[in-house]
C-alpha cells in the first residue's frame, strides 16, 4: 500500500504579506533615554516598511518602566494580547535585554508566541526564535541580559547614594504640594493650601478616613490622579519636605529588583531646611503626637473584650467610618 504524506503549507511563504510589529522600551523617562526610544521608534517603522512582503502591524512601546518585569509593561502585555488576538504575524525587538532582562519571563514569552506560531527577532544577536531549536542559547543570552540589569542597577544605585552623601541628589518627582524647578523643590500654590487644610483637619480631631473622604468629595485631585485614602492622608502628614528638610533613602531596591521600605538596613540622610516650608515644625510636631498616639492606642486594643463585656457594646457604629466604637483612655503625665 502506498504510502501518502502530507505536508502542510507554511504560512509564511504565501502571497499575503507578514504583519509585522515592534517592540522599543526605555528604562527611564529622563530626556537621553526618550530620545533613544524616538529613534528606535522612527528605525523601525523604517525597518519594517523596507522589507518587501511585511506590512506594519503597530509600533508597541513602554518608557520610564524597568524590564525586570513583564507585570508593569502595559505595552508589552497589549503586543501579547494582538498576538492572542491573530493580529500579528512577526515581531521584531532591538534586543533580548530590551523585550525581558528577567529570565524566567523571556524563556516564558518566547514559549508563548511560539504556540501562538509567531517568531520573534532580536536584531543585535541576530537570533530569531524561529530556526531556535533548543531553548539553551536564548536562556544563555537571557540570564546574561539579567546580569546585565544587575551590574546597572548596583551601578545607579552607588551613584545615588554618593548624591545622597553629598547632597546633590535631585528629586525627580516631588510629592504633593511641590514642583521641581531646575532641581529645586518649589511650593505648588493650589496643592500646598490642600496640605495646609489637611494639617489643620488633623489637628482640629478630624481622622484620615474623614479626611480622604472628604477631598473625594470635593473632588480635589491627587498627585498621580487616584483616589484619596487613608494612606494617601497619612503619606503627607508623616513626611518632613512639608517643613522644608529631606530624608533620604527611606526605600531601596533588592537584588531581586523589589521596593522595600528601609528600617535601617542602609544608611539614611537627613537634610534641614532644605527648601522652603509649607507647614511650621510645631504644626507638623503637633501632628506627629497625635498620629502616634492613634497608633498605640490601635496596637494596644484588644477588640475581642469589648463585644459583650457592656450593654452597648458592638452596638454603637461610627456614621463616619462604619466601625464599632469603644471607650478608650487618654493619660497625661503631670510633671
Known amino acids: 500500500m502506498k504510502k501518502i504524506t502530507k505536508i502542510e503549507p507554511d504560512r509564511r511563504i504565501t502571497n499575503k504579506k507578514i504583519r509585522v510589529a515592534a517592540y522599543c522600551r526605555v528604562s527611564t523617562d529622563q530626556d537621553k533615554q526618550m530620545a533613544s526610544l524616538k529613534v528606535q521608534k522612527s528605525h523601525y517603522v523604517k525597518y519594517i516598511n523596507e522589507h518587501e512582503g511585511w506590512s506594519f502591524a503597530g509600533l508597541y512601546y513602554d518608557a520610564g518602566i ?13 503586543l501579547l494580547r494582538d498576538c492572542e488576538l491573530g493580529r500579528i504575524d512577526f515581531i521584531v525587538t532591538k534586543s533580548i535585554s530590551r523585550f525581558a532582562r ?7 514569552m518566547i514559549r508563548k508566541l511560539q504556540a501562538l506560531d509567531i517568531p520573534i527577532y532580536f536584531e543585535k544577536e541576530n537570533i530569531n526564535s524561529a530556526h531556535i531549536q533548543s531553548e539553551l542559547l536564548v536562556s544563555i543570552m537571557s540570564q ?10 548596583k551601578n545607579m544605585n552607588w551613584g545615588i547614594r554618593n548624591r545622597f552623601q553629598n547632597g546633590t541628589y535631585i528629586i525627580s518627582t516631588p510629592p504633593y504640594g511641590y514642583e521641581n524647578h531646575n532641581g529645586q523643590l518649589v511650593v505648588n500654590p493650589a496643592e500646598a493650601e490642600i496640605v495646609r487644610e489637611i494639617f489643620q483637619d488633623i489637628l482640629s480631631g478630624m481622622g484620615a478616613y474623614q479626611i480622604a473622604k472628604e477631598m473625594e468629595k470635593r473632588r480635589v485631585p491627587t498627585k498621580r490622579g487616584g483616589k484619596w485614602s487613608c494612606s494617601t492622608v497619612y503619606e503627607i502628614l508623616e513626611n518632613e519636605i512639608y517643613i522644608g528638610d529631606l530624608r533620604l533613602q527611606k526605600n531601596y531596591m533588592d537584588d531581586n529588583f523589589r521596593r522595600r521600605k528601609n528600617h535601617g538596613e542602609l ?4 537634610i534641614q531646611d532644605d527648601h522652603e516650608p509649607i507647614i511650621s515644625r510645631e504644626a507638623f510636631a503637633s501632628a506627629t503626637l497625635i498620629i502616634d498616639r492613634k497608633k498605640m492606642d490601635d496596637a494596644q486594643v484588644d477588640k475581642s473584650k469589648y463585644q459583650n463585656r457592656y450593654p452597648f457594646s458592638g452596638k454603637i457604629i461610627c456614621a463616619e467610618c462604619g466601625r464599632t466604637m469603644i471607650r478608650r483612655f487618654h493619660y497625661t503625665m503631670v510633671p
Open 102 to 108: 528577567n529570565t524566567t519571563d523571556s524563556l516564558g
Open 144 to 153: 546574561l541580559a539579567e546580569d546585565e540589569s544587575r551590574s546597572i542597577s
Open 267 to 270: 544608611n539614611q540622610y537627613y
Open 66 to 78: 524597568s524590564g525586570t518585569s513583564i507585570d508593569k509593561r502595559p505595552e508589552l502585555l497589549r
